[in-house]
């Protein structure tokens, strides 16, 4: 598995009741919409700005979502952010390039070329102002020690708009998500929640990372049971994340993600 936080969405199709009903494969993030969008796979965590581009079937009830800090979404930077010019990005999540541009622009009202690069926070902030380090890179940061301006994307988007903020949905081609389907996912899910203290153990050990990050980070940064205003918030993002990439357009040449 590519990243810590997908372990309780799978982990009942892994070692639960679900398991052996889904040929699993594990990517990042972009990797699964690339293999929807070529037909390799039929369903996928996707990040959400995909929805946007491909016409896919949400899978209700469970994704990737924060209600505040998220933890593992971090833009570094060495000058505050509305002073953001250039900004090298890891783009294994295209909804995280995606959000720090929606941030950065209607909070900050910066409109900085974005470039991509390898998590690597040295290397990034060598070539750019700011970097923005994703998923388990970011887990291995210590914000409060790092001499630089730390963002986390997560709380910004809260603390800007109210609202939650979805970062990947399960979703399929058309045809693919069928009542059965649906439940599958949604008992998986539940089967991790319940036993978060064995994904602890297991994934700590694996990532080694210190169990009480792991703990800390899947019960209180990650939300994975998604409702009514996740999904008002998704759609904020997507209809922000619109808006945003034409007005960098305007502005810039660089690429969007």
């Given at each position: 598995?590519?990243?810590?936080?997908?372990?309780?969405?799978?982990?009942?199709?892994?070692?639960?009741?679900?398991q052996g009903l889904f040929d699993l494969s594990f990517q990042v993030p972009s990797g699964c919409a690339d293999?929807?969008?070529s037909g390799a796979a039929d369903i996928g965590i996707i990040p959400s700005i995909e929805l946007t581009r491909q016409a896919l079937d949400i899978i209700p009830g469970t994704g990737i979502a924060c209600h505040g800090a998220v933890r593992s979404i971090l833009l570094v930077s060495a000058r505050p952010a509305a002073e953001i010019r250039t900004l090298a990005a890891d783009n294994s999540s295209r909804t995280s390039v995606q959000l720090a541009r929606v941030i950065l622009y209607r909070r900050y009202g910066a409109a900085p070329e974005f470039f991509p690069h390898r998590p690597d926070l040295d290397?990034?902030?060598e070539i750019a102002d700011a970097a923005l380090v994703i998923g388990d890179p970011a887990l291995r940061i210590d914000p409060?020690?790092?001499?630089?301006?730390?963002?986390d994307l997560g709380a910004e988007w809260v603390e800007m708009t109210g609202f939650p903020m979805v970062f990947a949905v399960w979703a399929g081609r058309p045809g693919t998500v069928t009542p059965a389907v649906t439940a599958a996912f949604g008992e998986s899910c539940?089967?991790?929640?319940?036993?978060?203290?064995?994904?602890?153990?297991?994934e700590s050990a694996?990532?080694?990372?210190a169990p009480v990050l792991v703990r800390r980070y899947l019960t209180r940064h990650i939300v994975h049971q998604l409702g009514p205003r996740?999904?008002?918030g998704m759609d904020l993002f997507l209809r922000y994340a619109r808006l945003a990439g034409a007005a960098f357009d305007q502005q810039r040449s660089g690429p969007l993600y």
């Open positions: 598995m590519s990243y810590l936080n997908p372990s309780p969405l799978v982990w009942g199709m892994l070692h639960g009741p679900q293999d929807v969008a290397a990034m902030l409060p020690c790092l001499p630089y301006y730390v963002y539940r089967y991790g929640i319940e036993r978060i203290e064995e994904i602890v153990a297991v694996r990532r080694e990372f996740d999904y008002e």
